[in-house]
Protein backbone atom coordinates (compact mmCIF):
# COMPACT_ATOMS: atom_id res chain seq x y z
CA UNK A 1 0.00 0.00 0.00
CA UNK A 2 1.26 3.62 -0.65
CA UNK A 3 2.61 4.95 2.41
CA UNK A 4 0.10 6.99 4.21
CA UNK A 5 0.06 10.57 4.05
CA UNK A 6 1.62 13.50 6.45
CA UNK A 7 -2.16 13.67 7.95
CA UNK A 8 -4.10 10.40 9.15
CA UNK A 9 -6.49 12.23 8.04
CA UNK A 10 -7.82 13.44 4.77
CA UNK A 11 -11.58 15.27 5.13
CA UNK A 12 -12.95 17.98 2.49
CA UNK A 13 -13.46 21.06 4.75
CA UNK A 14 -16.25 22.35 2.98
CA UNK A 15 -19.02 19.03 3.82
CA UNK A 16 -20.79 19.04 6.58
CA UNK A 17 -20.82 15.05 6.54
CA UNK A 18 -18.48 12.47 5.48
CA UNK A 19 -17.93 9.08 4.75
CA UNK A 20 -14.81 7.31 6.65
CA UNK A 21 -12.47 5.01 5.40
CA UNK A 22 -10.96 2.81 7.89
CA UNK A 23 -7.81 0.38 6.44
CA UNK A 24 -6.60 -2.09 7.87
CA UNK A 25 -2.32 -1.84 7.06
CA UNK A 26 -1.82 -5.31 7.48
CA UNK A 27 -1.22 -7.52 4.31
CA UNK A 28 -1.00 -3.73 3.05
CA UNK A 29 -0.40 -5.04 -0.87
CA UNK A 30 -4.47 -6.11 -0.39
CA UNK A 31 -5.67 -3.89 1.41
CA UNK A 32 -4.31 -0.80 0.00
CA UNK A 33 -5.73 -1.83 -3.61
CA UNK A 34 -9.20 -2.20 -2.17
CA UNK A 35 -8.81 1.44 -0.30
CA UNK A 36 -7.62 2.60 -4.17
CA UNK A 37 -10.79 1.07 -4.80
CA UNK A 38 -13.40 2.76 -2.21
CA UNK A 39 -11.83 5.69 -3.14
CA UNK A 40 -12.49 5.63 -6.89
CA UNK A 41 -15.87 4.52 -6.57
CA UNK A 42 -17.03 7.62 -4.07
CA UNK A 43 -15.02 10.33 -6.17
CA UNK A 44 -17.07 8.40 -9.25
CA UNK A 45 -20.77 8.36 -7.36
CA UNK A 46 -23.01 10.58 -7.76
CA UNK A 47 -24.32 10.01 -4.56
CA UNK A 48 -21.62 11.39 -2.63
CA UNK A 49 -22.26 14.27 -5.16
CA UNK A 50 -25.64 14.66 -4.55
CA UNK A 51 -25.42 14.80 -0.87
CA UNK A 52 -22.16 16.66 -0.61
CA UNK A 53 -20.24 14.36 1.63
CA UNK A 54 -16.29 14.43 2.42
CA UNK A 55 -14.36 11.96 2.47
CA UNK A 56 -11.93 10.90 5.46
CA UNK A 57 -9.21 7.70 5.73
CA UNK A 58 -7.98 6.23 8.90
CA UNK A 59 -5.14 3.51 9.31
CA UNK A 60 -5.20 1.23 11.98
CA UNK A 61 -2.79 -1.96 12.71
CA UNK A 62 -5.13 -5.25 11.70
CA UNK A 63 -8.56 -6.33 11.17
CA UNK A 64 -9.41 -6.70 14.57
CA UNK A 65 -8.82 -2.53 15.14
CA UNK A 66 -11.21 -1.99 12.70
CA UNK A 67 -14.10 -2.51 15.04
CA UNK A 68 -13.01 -0.12 17.71
CA UNK A 69 -12.45 2.71 15.34
CA UNK A 70 -15.45 2.27 13.61
CA UNK A 71 -17.01 2.17 16.78
CA UNK A 72 -15.66 5.55 17.37
CA UNK A 73 -16.44 6.99 13.96
CA UNK A 74 -20.41 6.38 14.27
CA UNK A 75 -20.51 8.17 17.76
CA UNK A 76 -19.37 11.39 15.56
CA UNK A 77 -22.30 13.27 14.67
CA UNK A 78 -20.35 14.57 11.18
CA UNK A 79 -19.98 10.91 10.21
CA UNK A 80 -22.98 9.88 7.42
CA UNK A 81 -21.30 6.05 6.62
CA UNK A 82 -18.13 3.89 6.99
CA UNK A 83 -16.01 1.84 4.90
CA UNK A 84 -13.78 -0.92 6.94
CA UNK A 85 -11.06 -2.35 4.77
CA UNK A 86 -9.30 -5.46 6.11
CA UNK A 87 -7.90 -8.87 4.88
CA UNK A 88 -7.80 -12.56 7.07
CA UNK A 89 -6.41 -14.92 5.14
CA UNK A 90 -6.39 -18.50 6.38
CA UNK A 91 -3.69 -19.68 8.37
CA UNK A 92 -2.64 -22.99 9.97
CA UNK A 93 -5.25 -22.66 13.31
CA UNK A 94 -8.71 -21.57 12.78
CA UNK A 95 -7.66 -18.34 14.23
CA UNK A 96 -8.60 -16.88 10.84
CA UNK A 97 -12.43 -17.98 11.46
CA UNK A 98 -12.99 -16.74 14.97
CA UNK A 99 -11.30 -13.19 13.84
CA UNK A 100 -13.57 -12.91 11.05
CA UNK A 101 -16.10 -13.77 12.29
CA UNK A 102 -15.74 -11.58 15.87
CA UNK A 103 -15.22 -9.11 13.67
CA UNK A 104 -18.27 -9.01 11.05
CA UNK A 105 -20.58 -9.64 13.65
CA UNK A 106 -19.43 -6.92 15.64
CA UNK A 107 -19.78 -4.72 12.93
CA UNK A 108 -23.26 -5.81 12.05
CA UNK A 109 -24.07 -4.95 15.55
CA UNK A 110 -22.75 -1.66 15.39
CA UNK A 111 -24.55 -0.85 12.16
CA UNK A 112 -27.89 -2.20 14.07
CA UNK A 113 -27.59 -0.34 16.96
CA UNK A 114 -25.99 2.94 15.76
CA UNK A 115 -28.06 2.79 12.14
CA UNK A 116 -24.63 4.17 10.38
CA UNK A 117 -24.67 2.36 7.00
CA UNK A 118 -20.90 0.47 7.28
CA UNK A 119 -19.59 -0.92 4.05
CA UNK A 120 -17.72 -3.93 4.70
CA UNK A 121 -14.89 -4.67 2.68
CA UNK A 122 -12.78 -7.17 5.12
CA UNK A 123 -12.02 -9.66 2.71
CA UNK A 124 -11.47 -13.58 4.74
CA UNK A 125 -10.12 -15.68 2.29
CA UNK A 126 -7.94 -19.38 1.97
CA UNK A 127 -5.22 -18.01 0.03
CA UNK A 128 -2.82 -14.96 -1.31
CA UNK A 129 -3.99 -15.21 -4.50
CA UNK A 130 -7.82 -15.31 -3.71
CA UNK A 131 -7.04 -12.30 -1.41
CA UNK A 132 -5.41 -10.50 -4.66
CA UNK A 133 -8.35 -11.24 -6.75
CA UNK A 134 -11.27 -9.42 -4.67
CA UNK A 135 -8.85 -6.77 -4.64
CA UNK A 136 -8.96 -6.37 -8.34
CA UNK A 137 -5.50 -7.40 -8.68
CA UNK A 138 -3.35 -10.16 -10.58
CA UNK A 139 -0.74 -12.14 -9.13
CA UNK A 140 1.68 -11.64 -12.19
CA UNK A 141 2.86 -7.84 -11.76
CA UNK A 142 0.27 -6.69 -9.38
CA UNK A 143 -1.40 -5.70 -12.47
CA UNK A 144 -5.53 -4.46 -12.27
CA UNK A 145 -7.58 -7.25 -12.98
CA UNK A 146 -11.23 -4.75 -13.74
CA UNK A 147 -14.34 -5.85 -11.54
CA UNK A 148 -13.88 -7.71 -8.37
CA UNK A 149 -12.59 -4.97 -5.99
CA UNK A 150 -14.50 -5.45 -3.03
CA UNK A 151 -13.47 -2.05 -1.82
CA UNK A 152 -15.16 -0.98 -4.58
CA UNK A 153 -18.51 -2.47 -3.80
CA UNK A 154 -17.73 -2.50 -0.06
CA UNK A 155 -18.06 1.94 -0.60
CA UNK A 156 -21.13 1.57 -3.22
CA UNK A 157 -22.95 -0.43 -0.36
CA UNK A 158 -22.20 2.24 2.10
CA UNK A 159 -23.65 5.04 0.06
CA UNK A 160 -26.76 3.22 -1.28
CA UNK A 161 -27.49 2.27 2.03
CA UNK A 162 -26.99 5.85 2.85
CA UNK A 163 -29.26 6.97 0.30
CA UNK A 164 -31.69 4.89 1.32
CA UNK A 165 -32.11 6.40 4.44
CA UNK A 166 -32.09 9.69 3.16
CA UNK A 167 -35.49 8.55 0.90
CA UNK A 168 -36.91 6.75 4.27
CA UNK A 169 -36.59 9.82 6.68
CA UNK A 170 -38.31 12.03 3.64
CA UNK A 171 -41.11 9.51 2.92
CA UNK A 172 -39.80 9.55 -0.45
CA UNK A 173 -38.78 6.43 -2.52
CA UNK A 174 -35.75 6.65 -4.15
CA UNK A 175 -35.71 4.18 -7.24
CA UNK A 176 -33.05 6.11 -9.23
CA UNK A 177 -30.86 4.11 -6.62
CA UNK A 178 -31.17 1.20 -8.83
CA UNK A 179 -28.91 2.73 -11.09
CA UNK A 180 -26.04 1.79 -8.57
CA UNK A 181 -27.58 -1.52 -7.05
CA UNK A 182 -27.32 -2.81 -10.01
CA UNK A 183 -23.71 -4.63 -8.85
CA UNK A 184 -25.59 -6.09 -6.43
CA UNK A 185 -27.88 -9.52 -6.16
CA UNK A 186 -29.36 -9.98 -9.29
CA UNK A 187 -28.65 -7.63 -11.96
CA UNK A 188 -31.46 -8.25 -13.89
CA UNK A 189 -34.09 -8.03 -11.81
CA UNK A 190 -32.71 -4.44 -10.97
CA UNK A 191 -32.74 -3.77 -15.23
CA UNK A 192 -36.32 -5.36 -15.70
CA UNK A 193 -37.65 -3.05 -12.83
CA UNK A 194 -35.67 0.07 -13.43
CA UNK A 195 -37.31 -0.23 -17.39
CA UNK A 196 -40.59 0.28 -15.51
CA UNK A 197 -39.92 3.63 -13.83
CA UNK A 198 -39.43 6.90 -15.08
CA UNK A 199 -35.88 6.60 -13.70
CA UNK A 200 -34.43 9.61 -15.42
CA UNK A 201 -36.53 12.22 -14.27
CA UNK A 202 -36.70 10.96 -10.92
CA UNK A 203 -32.77 10.55 -10.63
CA UNK A 204 -32.41 14.88 -12.19
CA UNK A 205 -34.97 15.43 -9.12
CA UNK A 206 -33.13 13.86 -6.47
CA UNK A 207 -29.95 14.92 -7.76
CA UNK A 208 -30.94 18.44 -7.86
CA UNK A 209 -33.23 18.91 -4.59
CA UNK A 210 -31.73 20.31 -2.25
CA UNK A 211 -32.88 18.44 0.84
CA UNK A 212 -31.00 15.22 -0.80
CA UNK A 213 -27.89 16.82 0.33
CA UNK A 214 -28.69 16.02 3.83
CA UNK A 215 -28.21 12.62 5.17
CA UNK A 216 -30.79 11.57 7.84
CA UNK A 217 -30.01 12.30 11.63
CA UNK A 218 -29.11 9.32 13.62
CA UNK A 219 -31.66 7.90 15.82
CA UNK A 220 -34.44 9.20 13.04
CA UNK A 221 -36.82 7.00 13.10
Known amino acids: ?5 ASNKQRSKAAERSV ?6 YNATVTGALERGAIEAFEASPIASALGLGLERYYVP ?9 AMAASEERVAAIVVLGCIVKGETNHDAVL ?15 GVPIGLGVLTVNTQEQALARAGLARAGLARAGPGNKGTEAMKAALGT ?3 QVGITRGESADWMLDEMEHVGAPDKFKARKAKLPNAKAKSKAKSDPAMRHPPRRGTP
Open 162 to 164: LVV
Open 100 to 114: GQAVTQQLASLCAST
Open 1 to 5: MASAP
Open 62 to 70: GSFELVATA
Open 20 to 25: VIITSV
